[in-house]
């Protein structure tokens, strides 16, 4: 079974509509990332979250929202569906940091482990 | 915010000749990713390099991080069809990965 899922796998909608993409893992990992993918644009952050009770904004947070309602799960929500954010969505998971004295910054010694997407087109 | 530059946008390659990939970051890096993805498909991790100097090989896929830690390149020896697809660099900074635009690599038989 796949450790990171996400449902549905593939979605259209129209404009003004509300619509919720859900992603569920099994890795135990706490933190958790929504990102999306557009074309020569790479993929950007929406969202994540460290646990359930600690959410954040990422580069591109505005026009959506999440929910995280238990350590497997985390919901991104488009309340109001538009054109523009037709993409690419994936989910992420990630486990702990530890942190590289020698250079003083964090490092991930965990790899992130991300869902197998779902494309999303808002007519 | 950590910014990412991957060069080239694309490529296309004769089948059995040798690629590299650059990504070059606008600050230190501190944990540098390779993914490849399928077109429209979900990432595979590749490898992690964290250490300035750093190299790591898997099967014919070699990735150094220079010793500065602010630039990465993704070589492929002897490419095969399998290898084509796009290839994304990422990088941590403030417990948050950001992502290049990616390499789309195409190998002609």
């Known amino acids: 079974d796949a450790d990171v899922t996400q449902t549905p796998r593939n979605r259209i909608t129209k404009t003004g509509k509300r619509i919720m993409l859900e992603c569920s893992q099994t890795?135990?990992?706490?933190?958790m990332y929504w990102y999306r993918q557009d074309p020569g644009l790479g993929l950007r952050l929406i969202y994540y979250?460290?646990?359930?009770?600690?959410?954040n904004k990422g580069e591109i947070s505005d026009g959506y929202s999440v929910s995280r309602q238990a350590q497997a799960k985390f919901s991104l929500s488009l309340e109001s569906a538009i054109p523009n954010q037709t993409a690419l969505y994936f989910c992420?998971?990630?486990?702990?940091?530890?942190?590289?004295?020698?250079?003083?910054?964090?490092?991930?010694?965990?790899?992130?482990?991300f869902g197998p997407g779902t494309r999303l087109t808002v007519l | 915010s950590q910014e990412l530059e991957q060069s080239p946008q694309s490529l296309i390659v004769q089948e059995g000749k040798n690629l590299t990939i650059n990504c070059t970051s606008s600050k230190t890096l501190y944990g540098l990713y390779w993914y490849k993805q399928k077109y429209g498909e979900g990432l595979i991790f590749l490898m992690m390099?964290?250490?300035?100097?750093e190299e790591k090989s898997h099967e014919k896929i070699t990735a150094k991080l220079d010793e500065k830690k602010q630039q990465s390149s993704l070589h492929i020896t002897a490419s095969q069809p399998s290898h084509a697809g796009i290839y994304l660099c990422?990088?941590?900074?403030?417990?948050?990965?950001?992502f290049g635009a990616g390499t789309t690599v195409t190998v002609r038989a």
């Open positions: 979250s460290f646990d359930v009770k600690d959410i």
């Open positions: 992420a998971t990630a486990g702990g940091f530890d942190w590289e004295f020698t250079s003083g910054g964090p490092v991930s010694t965990d790899t992130q482990y």
């Open positions: 990422g990088a941590f900074n403030d417990y948050k990965l950001s």
């Open positions: 890795k135990g990992h706490d933190r």
């Open positions: 390099l964290q250490k300035g100097g």
